[in-house]
């Protein structure tokens, strides 16, 4: 028996994690990449985008194509909102498959709010969400199943590096979020060196001298050696307690400044046993130039923050165990995958 699992292939997100931690546990997986429900003409794309509420072009064929993997799989897990009709999800029950989603994304988030996904989603036999602010909206939308399960590091990427590239005072990886601007629109004004990596923080005046366009997800821990300071940032439109970048970060021996929420403080514990925090963007510049001041701090930090996360199965690989554990999936000796 094996499992499939669905979600984007590519070496950052969660699916191409998942797939990794399968291999690296020895688990009969098939991997399917949900970008091809997305393809097709141009103005097929955008009006389904459009006037279909977000809707996959090829949603339809790829959720027949998913079906087609159940012979021989004893469950399938999916990541974020993947274009999966909830008519597979009950097809998978009536073929004996268990069915979860790693919901990556609040739904409720405008900016990916999709009536079809919701219409799907409680036909899951089981919903892992990485926020609490959102498992009882979950529950009272019909899911049967609701699990907090946290976001995690991938071994394969998030590693410190002796190859340290760029230079700069604060880092910053992500896109240009409206509420992010004020945060960092406040370290520019102070006159502090920020470094920001991400898409179009070149589209505004204030942030564009200081971006510096995307880096390739195994080169991110070179970005992050070579830093003073990473702020970690969590999306208040995504009701995030936590962010992938939270870990991440932590598993790169990053010097962390962290926003501060309650999911942060139980992980990193209280102010300067591993991170430092802000609240405010008075107390942001604050922490930033006392930390830039005292470099054996930031060290000390960094490999608290580091020996905190790495020795506490904050893994992907222990994330699918996790997962596994509650469809009650077993783990089978020997090692086989394959793509699809």
Known sequence: ?????????????????????ASRIGLPHRF??????????????????HLAGRRPAKLTQFSDHVETTFPGACCLITTGLAPIMGKTLLEARKAGVVTANFLTDDPWNPAHRAPWFLTALPHYDFVFTPRRANMNDLELAGCKKVEYLAFAYGEELHFPSDRPAADCDVFFAGGADADRLPWISTLIRAGINVGLYGGYWNTFEETRRHARGLIPPDQLNRFVSGARVCLCLVRKANR?????????????KACMLVERTQEHVDLFGPEAESVTYF??????????????????????????????????????????NQMLAHLQIPVPLGTHSCSA
């Open 1 to 21: 028996m094996s499992i499939v699992i669905a979600g984007v292939d590519g070496l950052e997100h969660v699916g191409t994690h998942l797939r990794n931690a």
């Open 32 to 49: 399917l990449d949900t970008r091809k429900a997305y393809a097709g003409p141009f103005f097929t794309r955008k009006i389904a985008w």
């Open 240 to 252: 995030d307690g936590h962010c992938m970048r939270t870990f991440e970060l932590a598993a790169m």
């Open 279 to 320: 609240e405010s963007p008075s107390e942001l510049v604050v922490k930033v130039r006392w930390l830039l001041a005292n470099s054996k701090e930031r060290t000390r930090l960094a490999e608290s923050v580091y020996n905190r996360i790495t020795t506490g199965a904050h893994t992907y690989t222990d994330r699918l």
